[in-house]
């Protein structure tokens, strides 16, 4: 096993260890100090690789674990999941620190917490490098169980585990849409890995379920990145703490889906559905998030929904770009390639600003503890550093310079002008439609992020709205953000720094069929007068002129779509479905046994006698029958009166007394057939039921004893008709069809093998012993349980009569 | 019982032996004729069950002080112990065996391990039905 698996399971094995630093260390020190080692180390030892990957060098690593089922934990070191690896690990360090200044020493359950967390970074570092699909499906559903413990991290609290609950759903139910989709593919190339199935792509690419695996597929990415109309279990997640939110929810666990999105492009890309699903999707999530985000007062929500909204830019971007897998090398194919360059871009700068941002609404709601914009204003002056770091990472979102977010947006507006003029798939009639969405959605998202920035910390100061008493956040608590919001700016400065080392060997390894001169051209075409700075300016414009009118419209669009929600919809399909289960259930599970036995008797007629006509069954041979004789026919005629007795008695003696007629007549029958070990048996046994019987009915409760005859019921009726039909057939045409030799003449050998006469008996006690053994086995246990209910009765009874 | 029943009484105590011979009979009777443990059982029941009825419970249960609990447990254990037993003689589960021997006074008989097994079967039907039988007549209204 190399050190490269030591480092990955680092966080798991190291969770194992956290209740013992918490007994005993935490009194000293906050044990996220600890905690704060594991993603730093894994960060650092994940660095070396960037000068190997950039050059163009892949590793693999593989441990054995199911040898003979071909699953192994294969992990893969390219680009992209280099840049993932290290988005965790680094994005991981700086919340674990952040959150030690967050998270009380005294009263949280800090075990809990870091445990929690840890695991879910080892799943999401297990997911990203695994190349065995099924090892990063499992990677892929620890994330999704621990992002649920970790939302409802304050359990006591209905709404957190409500909003857990709605998120394990949804995830889980996109988890299991992908595993149908990998073992579709799984079945289409016979190979688990990826690699190997890029390799063969003309094999998955021509056959029959090709659509379905990539539906499969799509459904577990846009659960898991909460993509329209999925995002609805993001906004609730927000009842985490806030470094959850800010790790997971925004930096890590959101972009899983786009990591699937990215990982599978070579594979699905450059077929029209997978480009109108990923673009598609993409830009309605975008236009719904940011339009949404508006709508929200709570700074928590209000960020949910743009992460939202800018998940979907960057899965739009990524579909955009899946075209350049269609055209192929070429300057067409180069010029999306450039879109998958900017997801990419887009993505390590979202998770740089909307960590920053997250972590100062942390810091606002842990100071002020507010998170309400309508309480809150004028923090300005009060905590001069949190607003500069809220301003550097809401403009980097509106995508201002001079901020990573406004390369990414320029980029953005970029594709999707080239995408309306690709001229394929059907571009040309409504490709049009992509720049003005992604246009107008950008002016929304500028309007919120002003209202977030300047709502928050611009007007009045109104300290008596405040629940405590408002000073400048703690240095510690700082440290986190003001890193990520130097970052921004560095990554504006030097944005082909990050781009030449860790965005190019990332786009290698999504669009791996381009050569290589098509990913360096354009990464510092970053300059000039063109439509997208147009489009930016336009943004700028007439983003500022609805934030200045905010008052005459926010309110009408706050009020107006309140019904209009896909929460409604939710809740409204899930109490549904409960309501149509219990009705459902309780429609048949009536709890009388007489409803149940018409089920079973139903469904063997049905069964039985469909089958016997479906397959032709019912076919008659007398040819083999002995002759009948008069007594035969008195017998049956005589069964048939009694019978006919039972059921048309008007009291239950006369019914005990035909059944105990009936049974005497089935002993006679044993006579004349010759078996008169049965006809013994028969006889006394029928002798002591129908005491028993006598004895039932002589208990017979008196109060409700009347005396009636069975009433008549139509379906009974026609049940036991054809329940009668259906065994006579089967029983007549099975004995027409004996198919092989009886093995009675073995028995008839019983006086030498086992040196008696009566062959009945030697069958009972000799040849099939084994049966006679657990009958009487039987008898006992009914004997004792007789026993034991009477004898429970009369103590109980006892104990009434003493109290 | 309040009233003595002197028809009853007496030809129940003549008519039980010849019950519990004919039984007895029956389930030797078994390896060769009609019969085996089963009805053997079930008619040695129906002997003791004419005690019952003839005199009371606590009565019949003086002169014949067993409890037929145990005597059922007993009947099952006994079956299986025969089965075992063949484990002895490193042959499969519930290998019946017999023999012919010169007795004493039976002459040349033949002896079947198969007849204790039935014996077992014996025990566990009497065990089994007097238990119910007692328990629910015991049991008050």
Request: net charge neutral.
């Amino acid at each position: 096993m190399s050190i490269f698996y030591t480092f990955m399971f680092l966080p798991i094995i190291s969770a194992i260890f956290i209740p013992l630093l918490y007994k005993y260390l935490n009194r000293l020190v906050h044990i996220g100090w600890f905690v704060s080692l594991v993603p730093l180390s894994i960060f650092i030892y994940l660095l070396q690789y960037i000068p190997d990957v950039a050059a163009g060098d892949t590793y693999k690593y593989t441990i054995s674990w199911i040898p003979s089922l071909d699953m192994n934990i294969i992990s893969y070191v390219d680009g992209l999941s280099l840049l993932f690896g290290l988005l965790i690990t680094g994005v991981g360090t700086l919340v674990i620190i952040y959150s030690i200044f967050y998270m009380s020493k005294i009263r949280e359950a800090l075990h809990n917490f870091y445990i929690y967390l840890l695991m879910f970074m080892g799943a999401m570092l297990g997911l990203v490098f695994s190349d065995h699909l099924l090892v990063l499906y499992g990677f892929w559903e620890l994330t999704s169980v621990s992002s649920f413990l970790l939302i409802s991290y304050w359990y006591e609290r209905k709404s957190s585990r409500q909003g857990a609950l709605k998120a394990l759903l949804i995830t889980v139910l996109g988890g299991f849409g992908m595993l149908a989709g990998f073992i579709m593919m799984i079945m289409m190339t016979d190979t688990y890995s990826i690699r190997e199935m890029i390799a063969n792509l003309d094999v998955i690419q021509n056959h029959t379920l090709f659509i379905p695996a990539m539906l499969c597929v799509l459904l577990g990415a846009f659960t898991k990145s909460a993509q329209f109309p999925f995002g609805i279990w993001l906004p609730d997640a927000m009842e985490a703490p806030t470094p959850v939110s800010s790790y997971l929810h925004s930096a890590t666990m959101v972009k899983a889906g786009i990591y699937l999105v990215a990982r599978m492009t070579p594979v699905f890309g450059g077929n029209s559905v997978w480009f109108w699903l990923v673009a598609g999707i993409g830009i309605i999530t975008l236009l719904y998030g940011s339009l949404t985000a508006l709508r929200q007062t709570d700074l928590k929500a209000m960020l949910a929904y743009s992460t939202i909204s800018q998940l979907g830019l960057i899965m739009c971007l990524l579909g955009i770009g899946s075209l350049a897998v269609y055209f192929g090398p070429g300057e067409s194919g180069t010029v999306f390639t450039v879109a998958t360059f900017a997801a990419l871009f887009h993505l390590f700068n979202h998770s740089t600003f909307k960590g920053t941002l997250f972590m100062v609404v942390g810091i606002i709601d842990h100071e002020t503890g507010r998170r309400d914009i309508r309480y809150l204003g004028g923090l300005m002056q009060v905590m001069p550093i949190t607003f500069t770091i809220a301003l550097i990472g809401g403009l980097s979102m509106a995508g201002l310079p001079p901020f990573n977010g406004f390369l990414s947006k320029e980029m953005f507006f970029a594709a999707v002008n080239d995408v309306s003029q690709a001229g394929i798939f059907g571009l040309s009639n409504i490709g049009i439609m992509f720049p003005i969405i992604a246009w107008v959605a950008s002016i929304f998202t500028f309007v919120y992020c002003m209202i977030f920035v300047f709502k928050t910390f611009g007007g009045q100061y109104r300290p008596e709205k405040l629940t405590r008493k408002v000073h400048e956040a703690p240095w510690g608590m700082l440290f986190s953000p003001i890193i990520l919001g130097l970052l921004v700016i560095f990554i504006f400065f030097f944005p082909n720094v990050l781009g030449k080392y860790i965005l190019t060997p990332a786009l290698t390894s999504i669009l791996p069929m381009m050569p290589i001169s098509s990913y360096d051209v354009k990464i510092s075409a970053w300059h000039g007068l063109n439509m997208e700075l147009v489009m930016t300016i336009g943004v700028i414009a007439i983003g500022i002129l609805l934030f200045k009118t905010t008052k005459r419209w926010l309110q009408a669009l706050r009020n107006h779509t309140q019904g209009l929600t896909l929460n409604h919809l939710y809740n409204e399909g899930l109490s549904g479905m409960e309501r149509f289960s219990v009705s459902l259930t309780n429609r048949y599970m009536t709890g009388s046994l007489r409803h149940y036995l018409i089920y079973i008797f139903s469904f063997f007629v049905i069964v039985l006698l469909g089958s016997l006509l479906l397959f032709h069954g019912i076919q008659f041979d007398f040819a083999s029958n002995s002759a009948i004789s008069i007594f035969d026919v008195g017998l049956v005629l005589g069964m048939i009166i009694a019978a006919l007795t039972v059921l048309f008695a008007s009291n239950r003696i006369m019914a005990i007394v035909a059944l105990g007629a009936l049974g005497y007549m089935v002993s006679m029958f044993f006579v004349i057939f010759l078996a008169p070990d049965l006809a013994l048996t028969q006889m006394v046994v029928e002798t002591v039921t129908t005491v028993l019987f006598l004895l039932c009915f002589y208990h017979l409760p008196k109060l409700k004893k009347s005396i009636e005859r069975i009433p008549f019921k139509l379906t009974n009726l026609i049940i036991s008709i054809a329940m009668g039909l259906t065994v006579t057939l089967l029983g007549l045409s099975a004995n027409g069809h004996k198919l092989f030799e009886p093995i009675t003449s073995f028995f008839e050998n019983a006086y030498e093998l086992a040196g008696a006469k009566n062959i009945v008996n030697a069958i009972l006690v000799d040849f099939r012993g084994f049966d006679t053994m657990l009958e009487i086995s039987v008898l006992a246990i009914a004997g004792l349980g007789v026993y034991i209910l009477v004898h429970q009765r009369s103590k109980r009874r006892e104990q009434r009569e003493t109290e | 019982m309040k009233f003595t029943d002197v028809f009853l009484q007496t030809s129940t105590k003549i008519l039980v032996f010849i019950i519990m011979t004919f039984s007895i009979f029956i389930l030797f009777a078994g390896h060769h004729n009609p019969g085996g443990g089963f009805i053997g059982g079930l008619i040695t029941s129906s002997a003791l069950v004419l005690l019952y009825i003839t005199f009371d419970l606590q009565t019949v249960r003086d002169i014949i002080p067993v409890d037929f609990n145990q005597l059922a447990a007993g009947g099952v254990i006994v079956s299986v112990l025969t089965g075992t037993a063949s484990f002895l003689f490193h042959v499969p589960f519930l290998t019946q065996t017999f023999t012919y021997v010169d007795l004493p006074l039976l002459g040349n008989t033949e002896l079947a391990s198969a007849v204790i097994f039935d014996l077992g079967v014996y025990m566990t039907v009497i065990g089994t039905t007097m238990t119910i039988i007692t328990s629910i007549s015991e049991d008050e209204k």
